[in-house]
């Protein structure tokens, strides 16, 4: 404190002024003392960015293709909705073993079959040796699934 002046932390945003500032100086004094072509400059650029950053390659590694086998294994979840209802907190608290809650399927209706929670195809209930399954009678397509998440 000699000169008068408080000692206060270096402030960051000081620091990146000073460096931009330098690194503007040396290129303006680069640029007036040999002043060459743009393409000239790139070259001469190369070198530097060859060594921060690897050429990509276009081929890929022989123990990794592009084969849907790598994905088989993977654990979806499958869901087979019945249908939907909203019900206000008090009907909730009201249910007991025994009532019935009405949905928004209707009988016969198709039902909805789900991966993650997106709809992937509809079906019809089955009972194959006293345990439920569905069959299924349509598949939904990509343009389908679209056309029904904007409903």
Known sequence: M?????DK???????????LAEQTSAEETA??????PAAAMQATATPA???????LEKDTPSGFH???EMILDIPVQLTVEL???????????QLAQGSVVELDGLAGEPMDVLVNGYLIAQGEVV???????????DIITPSERIRKLNR
């Open 83 to 93: 249908g939907r209802t909203k019900v206000p907190i008090k009907t909730l608290l």
């Open 127 to 137: 009972v194959v040796n006293d345990k439920f399954g569905i069959r299924l009678t």
């Open 66 to 68: 592009n084969d849907i």
């Open 2 to 6: 000699t000169d008068g002046k408080e």
């Open 31 to 36: 640029a007036a003392a040999a002043p060459a």
């Open 49 to 55: 960015a060859s060594k921060v950053f690897q050429p």
């Open 9 to 19: 932390p270096a402030d960051p945003m000081d620091d990146w002024a000073s460096a």
